[in-house]
Nanobody, 113 residues
Framework: QVHVVESGGGVVQPGGSLRLSCTAS????????MGWYRQAPGQERDFVAL??????SYADSVKGRFTISRDNAWNTVYLQMNSLKPEDTGVYYC????????WGQGTQVTVSS
């Protein structure tokens, strides 16, 4: 069983930055994919970024603005979000794969002036 907890959401003005953190319990190794997804009000949950074995992938909408990184010693993945836009608003969820998907409870990000 893997327990996933996100933190770091908040309210920020357009053009601002936030860093999200996600920590997973259990025996997670570098090859276990860890990723971020977001869900805007009334929308489906969409892929944002993923890291596995040092390989990173991003949704086109966040390339060049968001960076995913990982601290394997602490089973933690980060999402550095720069140049935030109002359309980045939503609940951000962390997902960890270890034989199956494990999701966190989500953290709210609001980009508004």
């Amino acid at each position: 069983q893997v327990h996933v907890v996100e933190s770091g959401g908040g309210v920020v003005q357009p053009g601002g930055s936030l860093r999200l953190s996600c920590t997973a319990s259990g025996r997670i190794s570098d090859i276990n994919p860890m990723g971020w997804y977001r869900q805007a009000p009334g929308q489906e949950r969409d892929f944002v970024a993923l890291i596995s074995g040092g390989v990173r992938s991003y949704a086109d909408s966040v390339k060049g603005r968001f960076t995913i990184s990982r601290d394997n010693a602490w089973n933690t993945v980060y999402l550095q979000m720069n140049s935030l836009k109002p359309e980045d608003t939503g609940v951000y969820y962390c997902k960890v794969f270890d034989k199956k998907d494990y999701w966190g409870q989500g953290t709210q990000v609001t980009v508004s002036s």
